[in-house]
């Protein structure tokens, strides 16, 4: 692998910026100052040095994340908590979110260094499938599960938003499900909770609209109290993990990833 390259890739810096780390004479293999930011290396065995700290390249990594409500998906925030922050310093390198998740949305979210990867399954025409749980306020009739089916409309001149699968859970009065509902940061409603009919249930897209659950589910006439991501690519989210904990992906799970980000 050339120079530039490995060192981009442990995070050191950009590919311009450790090229003028090399011909600054700040990088060392084998103790010896080189120049030439493409010089050949031999990654396994050579030893890389930055102003005489030997760099970690980690190679490429992809993490599980339970996501926890109330942090952002990004990788700098000045007001919330980001998901990169419930990384270890020496797996934050380089790492960044595949997608995003609203600030209330818990579950599933891969993390990787991997452009490519996150570039393939992020890519509208591999309709890569994601599936929601939710708890909504409102019901869902047959009707309104045809129209999530057919597609709604969730915004001016945008297409219309269509569900590949809806599947309803429960469905009744808070009074009798509210023990169910066992959530925290419940959305206040603002009429008698207690006559308010709730619904809870699966729903799958194979698209990533800014909040396009909450506003396809409020097309019908439903507002989402909860939501958590469960799965992405047939991929479930481990539920050993805490919520705020990560794990890396299984070599199947990585594959079944890959495939799904990848054109026929
Ligand atoms: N849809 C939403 O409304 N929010 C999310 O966080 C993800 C999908």
Redesign the pocket.
């Known amino acids: 692998m050339k120079l530039d390259k490995y060192l981009a890739e442990a995070a050191v810096g950009t590919r311009k910026l450790v090229r003028n780390y090399v011909k600054a004479g700040k990088i060392t293999v084998n103790g010896q100052a080189v120049l030439e930011p493409a010089l050949e290396i031999d990654e396994n065995n050579d030893i890389i040095e930055y102003l005489g700290e030997a760099v970690i390249h980690l190679g490429k990594i992809y993490f599980m994340f339970h996501k926890p409500s109330g942090c952002v998906t990004a990788r700098k925030d000045e007001e919330n908590p980001t998901v990169l922050e419930y990384f270890s310093p020496e797996h934050q390198k380089g790492l960044f979110p595949v997608g995003?998740?609203?600030k209330d949305?818990e579950g599933f979210l891969l993390l990787t260094n991997d452009g490519e990867f996150s570039h393939g399954l992020m890519h509208p025409k591999q309709h890569v499938e994601k599936t929601?749980f939710f708890w909504a306020y409102g019901t869902l009739d047959e009707e309104a599960m045809e129209s999530l089916k057919l597609g709604v409309i969730i915004g001016d001149e945008e297409e219309l938003a269509k569900a590949i699968k809806i599947e309803v859970k429960e469905q009744g009065r808070y009074q009798e499900l509210k023990d169910n509902m066992n959530f925290v940061n419940r959305k206040e409603i603002r009429i008698n909770p207690y006559e308010q009919s709730v619904v809870s249930g699966y729903l799958t897209i194979s698209e990533g609209r800014k909040?396009?659950?909450?506003?396809m589910l409020k097309a019908v006439g439903c507002y989402?109290a909860y939501?958590k991501?469960v799965s992405i690519a047939g991929v479930y989210l481990d539920e050993t993990l805490e919520q705020g904990q990560y794990r890396e992906l299984t070599s199947e799970e990585l594959k079944a990833l890959s495939m799904a980000g990848k054109s026929e």
């Open positions: 995003r998740l609203d949305t929601y909040h396009q659950v909450k506003r989402v939501l991501r």
